[in-house]
C-alpha cells in the first residue's frame, strides 16, 4: 500500500525543486540542492502509485487494449509530472534492456531517481578543444568533441540520486539492466531548443561502447555527435500518482 504521506512527499519534491532551481547562481543554491536531494531520496515508486513493469502495460491500457506508436511498443515512454521555467519533473520507464543513447543536457542541472529495477548509468564531461588533439580516423559523418569518460555505475532504488550539473557528468548514458527500469527525473531548466537548450547525440569513438566495461576511469575519449538512433524513441503515459500543484 502507498504510504500516507506519499502525496506530501512528491508535492514537497516538486516545491524545493522550484526553491533550489529558481536562483541556480545564489548563495543558498548549495543548501538548497542537498535539501532537494535528501527528499528525491525519500521516494519510492509506491509513492507515485507505480510497480515494476515496462511500459507496454500501461500503454496497451492507455489505448484500451491496443498499442499505439504503428503497433510497436516504444522502449522508453515518459510520464510527465510538471513543469516550469526553471525545471521540470517526471517519469522515465524502461522496458528490459532498453537504453536511453549517450546525450547531453546543455546549460542544465539535472537529479535521477531510480524508483524500481537496475540502471547502469555512464557519466562524461565535454573537454575544451586542444590545438594538439585530433580525432581519430574513425571520426567521419558528425562533429566530434573531446570528453572525459568520468564513470560507470549501477544504480538501484537503494542508490542516493544521480546527479549533473552543466559541466559535471552532463553527458550520460542509461541502461536497464536485467528487467524494467523506472527512475525520477528532474532537469533544470527545461530542455528548450529555442534557448540552446536543445539535445545532442553522441557515439564513443575509441574503446567499448558507453554501455560495454571500461577501463582505467577517468580517461579521456573522442565522441562523435550523431542523430538520433532509430531504435531509440521515447512514447507517452499518463501519469498515475498525486497531483502536484505550484
Known amino acids: 500500500m502507498p504510504r500516507d504521506n506519499m502525496a506530501s ?7 524545493q525543486a522550484r526553491i533550489t532551481f529558481r536562483s541556480p547562481a545564489g548563495p543558498a543554491f548549495g543548501e538548497n540542492l542537498h535539501r532537494l536531494q535528501q527528499l528525491l531520496d525519500e521516494v519510492r515508486a509506491e509513492d507515485l502509485h507505480l510497480a515494476p513493469r515496462g511500459p507496454s502495460a500501461a500503454a496497451a491500457a492507455a489505448a484500451g487494449g491496443g498499442i499505439p506508436w504503428g503497433g510497436v511498443v516504444p522502449p522508453v515512454s515518459y510520464m510527465h509530472i510538471c513543469e516550469t521555467e526553471s525545471f521540470s519533473m517526471g517519469v522515465f520507464l524502461l522496458r ?28 562524461m564531461d565535454t573537454l575544451p ?14 562533429p566530434c568533441h573531446r570528453a572525459l569518460y568520468r564513470s ?10 544521480c546527479l549533473l550539473s552543466p559541466h559535471t557528468d552532463n553527458l550520460h ?9 523506472a ?5 533544470a531548466p527545461p530542455y528548450d531548443p529555442q534557448h540552446g537548450r ?28 550523431t542523430p538520433q538512433a532509430a531504435d531509440f524513441w521515447c512514447g507517452g503515459e499518463p501519469y498515475p500518482g498525486p497531483r502536484v500543484c505550484l
Open 198 to 225: 536543445d539535445c545532442h547525440y553522441y557515439r564513443l569513438l575509441e574503446g567499448p561502447p558507453a554501455g560495454a566495461e571500461p577501463s582505467g576511469l577517468p580517461r579521456e575519449v573522442w565522441l562523435m555527435e
Open 9 to 15: 512527499l512528491i508535492q514537497r519534491v516538486a516545491r
Open 129 to 142: 578543444p586542444a590545438a594538439a588533439a585530433a580525432p581519430p580516423p574513425a571520426a567521419a559523418g558528425g
Open 183 to 187: 527512475f525520477l527525473d528532474i532537469l
Open 152 to 161: 560507470r555505475q549501477h544504480y538501484t532504488p537503494a542508490s542516493p540520486p
Open 173 to 181: 548514458q542509461i541502461d536497464a539492466v536485467d528487467g524494467p527500469a
Open 96 to 123: 528490459s534492456g532498453a537504453c536511453i543513447p549517450l546525450h547531453d543536457h546543455p546549460g542544465m542541472n539535472g537529479m535521477l531517481k531510480v524508483l524500481y529495477g537496475t540502471l547502469r548509468i555512464a557519466c
